[in-house]
T-cell receptor
Framework: GNSVTQMEGPVTLSEEAFLTINCTYT??????LFWYVQYPGEGLQLLLKATKADDKGSNKGFEATYRKETTSFHLEKGSVQVSDSAVYFC????????????FGTGTSLTVIP | DADVTQTPRNRITKTGKRIMLECSQT?????MYWYRQDPGLGLRLIYY???????NKGEISDGYSVSRQAQAKFSLSLESAIPNQTALYFC???????????FGQGTRLTVV
């Protein structure tokens, strides 16, 4: 089956700290992988994605690399800001026309000044 | 205007009442989804539709029904609301390749 497991939160970091949020997946075939971000009171929005092995998605200083050998897609940022405080969701979309999206449980990040 | 619009944004209803949550999208996508978000559980799929004539149950469809009135409209109904259906509900849409899901801003439903 298809599933996503991500690091439980909440995570609290000081401004300019390094961020890692772990995500591993189980999927048939070659899924696309995503990180979505949910700011307070808002819906989810795409942060970055990768569609094949060894691809690196990046946006707003965040990066994640599609690692097929370890079935992982860890999110990293070198220096977090207060404005990065949000809930982060790892997700996958299996290959093939019958795809849907599978989400992890979300990791809440709070960045303190 | 938002690509995916959900109405209402907030709703309080009583146990046993019927309620409908509406979703419309301007992306021109065929695929639409309804998710439920609960603390610690992430997003769980309730129903999804790959086109107007194709409706599928998701992980947690019991107690819910949907209607795909047009390509752009996908509504979720709770026939007889119960308190454990209190949650944040999201509608989403994607293209056929699943390259990205676009979400509405959510409907916060409270059943008392």
């Amino acid at each position: 089956g298809n599933s996503v497991t991500q690091m439980e939160g909440p995570v609290t970091l000081s401004e300019e700290a390094f961020l890692t949020i772990n995500c591993t997946y189980t999927a048939t075939g070659y899924p696309s992988l995503f990180w979505y971000v949910q700011y307070p009171g808002e819906g989810l929005q795409l942060l970055l994605k990768a569609t094949k092995a060894d691809d690196k998605g990046s946006n707003k200083g965040f990066e994640a690399t599609y690692r097929k050998e370890t079935t992982s897609f860890h999110l990293e940022k070198g220096s977090v800001q207060v404005s990065d405080s949000a809930v982060y969701f790892c997700a996958l979309s299996p290959s093939g026309s019958g795809n849907q999206f599978y989400f992890g449980t979300g990791t809440s990040l709070t960045v303190i000044p | 205007d938002a690509d995916v619009t959900q109405t209402p944004r907030n709703r309080i209803t009583k146990t046993g009442k019927r309620i409908m949550l509406e979703c419309s999208q301007t992306k021109g996508h065929d695929r639409m989804y309804w998710y439920r978000q609960d603390p610690g559980l992430g997003l769980r799929l309730i129903y999804y539709s790959f086109d107007v004539k194709d409706i599928n149950k998701g992980e947690i469809s019991d107690g819910y029904s949907v209607s795909r009135q047009a390509q752009a409209k996908f509504s979720l109904s709770l026939e007889s609301a119960i308190p454990n259906q209190t949650a944040l509900y999201f509608c989403a849409t994607s293209d056929q390749q699943g390259t990205e899901a676009f979400f509405g801003q959510g409907t916060r439903l409270t059943v008392v």
